[in-house]
C-alpha cells in the first residue's frame, strides 16, 4: 500500500506513516459507529499480550531452575506467581505449582485466537473491498465518485445514504 500520499509537505518514515494511516482508519470507525476494526485490533493486542506474557513467566521461572535471582522473583510475585524461598523443597514445589498455573496462559491464548477466527470472514464469504464499497456508493448516490475521493468525503455521502436509508424505512 502506498501511503506517501498522506503527506502533504516534509517527509516521514514508511513506519509514521502507517501509523497516522492507522489513527486516520481508526478515527473514521469511531466517526461513523463501527467498532469492528477496533474490537478486532483490540483483540489482537489482547492476544499478543498473552503471548508475551506467558513467554515471559515461562522464561522466567526456567531461569530460576538453575538459580535463585531474587528480581526475577519480585517481578513473579507481583504477576500473582509465588515463588517460596523458605527451603529447598519449598522452592522446587512453588516453581512447579507457578509452572502449572502459567499454563492457564494457554487456554486462554486459545480463546483469544478463537476470537479472532471467529472475526474474519467465514470460507466462501469475502470482506468487501473499497471498489466495492465505492462502485455500492456510485449506484445509490447516482452519479460517479471522483477518483480522488477524500476520507472526509467518503463519510459525508454515507452518512447521506444513511438518512436516505431512514427516511425510506420511516415512510414504508
Not at 22 to 28: A, I, K, M, S
Not at 36 to 54: K, M, Q, T
Not at 72 to 87: F, P, Q, S, V, W
Amino acid at each position: 500500500m502506498d501511503l506517501k500520499g498522506l503527506l502533504i509537505k516534509g517527509k516521514a518514515s514508511e513506519k509514521e506513516l502507517f501509523e497516522k494511516w492507522e489513527d486516520l482508519v481508526r478515527e473514521n470507525y469511531k466517526l461513523n459507529g463501527g467498532f469492528d476494526y477496533l474490537n478486532y485490533c483490540d483483540v489482537i493486542e489482547g492476544y499478543n499480550y498473552l503471548i508475551a506474557e506467558y513467554n515471559v513467566v515461562k522464561c522466567t521461572l526456567i531461569q530460576l531452575m538453575f538459580f535463585v535471582d531474587d528480581n526475577y522473583i519480585a517481578e513473579l510475585n507481583e504477576k500473582g506467581y509465588r515463588i517460596d524461598t523458605k527451603d529447598s523443597l519449598s522452592y522446587v514445589q512453588s516453581i512447579n505449582a507457578a509452572m502449572r498455573k502459567s499454563d492457564g496462559l494457554i487456554t486462554r491464548m486459545k480463546m483469544k485466537s478463537n476470537e479472532i477466527a471467529g472475526m474474519l470472514p467465514k470460507e466462501g464469504q469475502k470482506a468487501a473491498t473499497f471498489e466495492e464499497i465505492m462502485a455500492g456508493l456510485t449506484i445509490c448516490l447516482e452519479f460517479d465518485l471522483p477518483e480522488g475521493l477524500k476520507l472526509a468525503r467518503f463519510n459525508e455521502y454515507k452518512k447521506i445514504i444513511n438518512e436516505r436509508n431512514q427516511k425510506h424505512v420511516r415512510d414504508n
